[in-house]
């Protein structure tokens, strides 16, 4: 739902990233307050048009009139714009100025414009050439995949490739003062490139050991082990890990939940049998070796 700001003059709205906010109840002592502020320029304007919609922008009050908590919550990146309450007894005291003028050079051939698209809220410098007419756009970042900005997937996969906590590390960015995704963002990227990535390069890795223990010859000698999520007979999920000794490489992983054997226990030997098939199908001869089962 959109909704603009009711002073004379003003567009903004909260799609337009601007914190709104609706005016007291008609019982309240600032009520009238609010209404002779809104008819200073609008002298049509009438308390019995109100809805639920009608809203003042952020641009109409003074920072003293916000919650100095709710700022400073806000500024530490612990609560968003939105959530940013006024201070009691706030009154709306900034009306709308006029429109700003030029103050270019007439003998300038260059006009520099900066154009909202309010959906995405992202700002793009358009230079034009008043001569020939070319036009440059400039980008703080090169934009990769269905148009998504290089620094923000980068930034995901750092995270991930390094093991940092996500909520931990995007928390951090943002105290800092720093502008960066979402958590949610990172999840999203994580699911769909990130962990894909992970398993084309290991699959890469894992076919180029194949091949190269299939060049070397002879039995292969095993060393396997079994990690859970969890120590004791709780866990959910069971990582089993098979090390060839001769090159000291992993050899294959499989990963067992608890709830495909009897009790997660049983993880260990499940991952045992499921990395001794994924051998023979490659057709390996196991010569020995030591896992745990």
Not at 11 to 14: F, L
């Given at each position: 739902m959109v909704n603009s700001c009711v002073c004379f003059g003003c567009?903004?709205?909260?799609l337009s990233g601007h914190r709104v906010h609706r005016f007291p109840n008609k019982k309240h002592k600032d009520f009238h307050a609010w209404i002779r502020f809104v008819q200073a320029k609008r002298s049509n304007f009438a308390a019995s048009s109100l809805t639920r919609h009608t809203v003042v922008c952020e641009k109409h009050f003074t920072?003293?009139?916000y919650n100095q908590g709710d700022l400073m919550e806000f500024r530490m990146g612990f609560r968003r714009k939105e959530w940013v309450r006024l201070a009691n007894g706030a009154v709306p005291s900034v009306h709308a100025g006029p429109p700003a003028k030029s103050g270019g050079?007439?003998?300038?051939n260059v006009n520099v414009s900066t154009r909202r698209e309010s959906a995405r809220r992202k700002r793009e410098l358009c230079t034009a050439c008043g001569t020939c007419g070319n036009e440059r756009y400039w980008q703080n970042q090169e934009k990769v995949h269905r148009n998504m900005p290089a620094c923000n997937l980068l930034l995901s996969g750092a995270i991930h490739f390094s093991g940092c906590m996500a909520s931990q590390t995007i928390r951090m960015l943002k105290l800092f003062g720093l502008q960066c995704i979402s958590p949610g963002t990172f999840f999203c990227h994580q699911r769909y490139y990130s962990i894909p990535t992970i398993m084309?390069?290991?699959?890469?890795?894992?076919?180029?050991?194949?091949?190269?223990?299939?060049?070397?010859g002879?039995?292969?000698i095993l060393s396997g082990d079994c990690r859970s999520d969890s120590p004791g007979h709780c866990a959910k999920y069971g990582s089993y890990s098979l090390i060839e000794d001769r090159i000291n490489k992993v050899l294959d992983v499989q990963l067992v939940q608890s709830s495909e054997v009897p009790s997660s226990s049983w993880c260990e030997l499940e991952g045992l049998k499921r990395s001794m098939q994924f051998l023979m199908d490659q057709d390996m001869q196991v010569a020995g070796g030591q896992v745990g089962t």
């Open positions: 567009n903004n709205s909260n920072p003293d009139s050079s007439e003998e300038s084309q390069a290991w699959r890469n890795e894992q076919r180029g050991i194949i091949r190269e223990l299939k060049e070397t002879g039995g292969l």
